[in-house]
């Protein structure tokens, strides 16, 4: 997929997610677009494509990647312990545990059938799905 799809993504998500305090930061890259805020690198929203199963998916949602697991585990119990609250947001579709490809990495995500790179509408629904996770997640994981 090319590079210039996700900097649809990330045109939008930079609309949608001004609401939240701190700077923001995105980058999309050949494969996907992440957002973070402040110096918060390790903690961020993306939307990738991974294989999975022997095929291609879009992965997309909110990813604790400190290299101690049990920092990551952590981040990730402060979400889970208001899960309700977030899953009226999300609804039934995010996963949470192992990131997927590397078991230190933990992971509230969902994933997507891969994307056709020439539809701008697919763009803004994934936009706007990531400024949901922004939304559930972000004032809670700040809140540690």
Do not use: C
């Not at 995105?26 to 294989?51: C, M, N, P, S």
């Amino acid at each position: 997929m090319e590079r210039r799809f996700f900097e649809q993504v990330q045109d939008v998500i930079e609309g949608l997610v001004f609401d939240v305090d701190g700077t923001l930061h995105t980058k999309a890259h050949g494969r996907g677009v992440k957002i973070w805020f402040g110096d918060a690198t390790r903690e961020h929203y993306e939307a990738q494509l991974i294989r999975l199963d022997g095929k291609v998916v879009l992965e997309v949602g909110f990813h604790a990647e400190h290299p101690n697991v049990d920092e990551n585990q952590a981040v990730l119990d402060q979400l889970l312990v208001a899960e309700s609250g977030w899953r009226r947001r999300l609804g039934a579709e995010p996963e949470s545990g192992v990131f997927l490809g590397v078991d230190r990495w933990l992971r509230i995500s969902e994933t997507w059938d891969e994307p056709d790179p020439d539809d701008f509408e697919i763009a803004i629904e994934i936009a706007a799905r990531l400024a949901d996770y922004v939304s559930a997640l972000e004032h809670l994981r700040r809140d540690r």
